[in-house]
């Protein structure tokens, strides 16, 4: 990766350009640590109506609102077929391992297994009052 701001510190700035505009804010957190979606959550519990961590394809079963109201989920989870790695072919992407040699993936096939959060958020106070994660098999 290059040489990047501060993902905390950006926040800080994005919410300062927002505060007199919205009480619901929204924060979709494509990292691939979950240490640092987690670490975002806390620090902008109470700031934010919600936290949602993507890149991982992987939904958690982490989905809670933390003490200041905030909304937080580590990773939604894909869209995509479930025999895959992470959406692509399951056989194509193991031959990449074992080469080391880049090279363009194809989409998995079959049975999608679809993933989403539900955030519940009153917009008097911009604090989470509910989240469920779904998850669906759609054959």
Same mark, same amino acid.
């Given at each position: 990766?290059?040489?990047?701001?501060?993902?905390?510190?950006?926040?800080?700035?994005?919410?300062?350009?927002?505060?007199?505009?919205?009480?619901?804010?929204?924060?979709?957190?494509?990292?691939?640590?979950?240490?640092?979606?987690?670490?975002?959550?806390?620090?902008?519990?109470?700031?934010?109506?919600?936290?949602?961590?993507?890149?991982?394809?992987?939904?958690?079963?982490?989905?809670?609102?933390?003490?200041?109201?905030?909304?937080?989920?580590?990773?939604?989870?894909?869209?995509?077929?479930?025999?895959?790695? /992470?959406?692509?072919? =399951? @056989?194509?992407?193991?031959?990449?391992?074992l080469?080391?040699?880049?090279? +363009?993936l194809? $989409?998995?096939?079959g049975?999608?297994?679809?993933?989403? /959060?539900?955030?519940? =958020? @009153?917009?008097?106070?911009?604090?989470?009052?509910?989240?469920?994660?779904? +998850?669906?098999? $759609?054959?």
């Open positions: 990766m290059g040489n990047f701001d501060c993902p905390f510190r950006a926040m800080d700035t994005l919410l300062a350009e927002f505060k007199d505009k919205t009480n619901v804010i929204i924060v979709d957190f494509h990292a691939e640590a979950t240490s640092e979606k987690v670490a975002m959550g806390w620090y902008l519990d109470g700031r934010v109506s919600a936290v949602l961590g993507t890149h991982t394809h992987i939904g958690t079963i982490d989905a809670h609102i933390l003490p200041g109201g905030t909304a937080y989920v580590t990773d939604i989870g894909m869209v995509g077929p479930m025999d895959s790695v /992470i959406g692509d072919d =399951v @056989s194509s992407v193991i031959n990449r391992f080469s080391q040699i880049p090279r +363009r194809s $989409v998995g096939k049975i999608v297994d679809f993933n989403a /959060i539900l955030v519940e =958020v @009153s917009e008097d106070t911009g604090k989470a009052v509910g989240i469920k994660r779904i +998850r669906e098999v $759609v054959t």
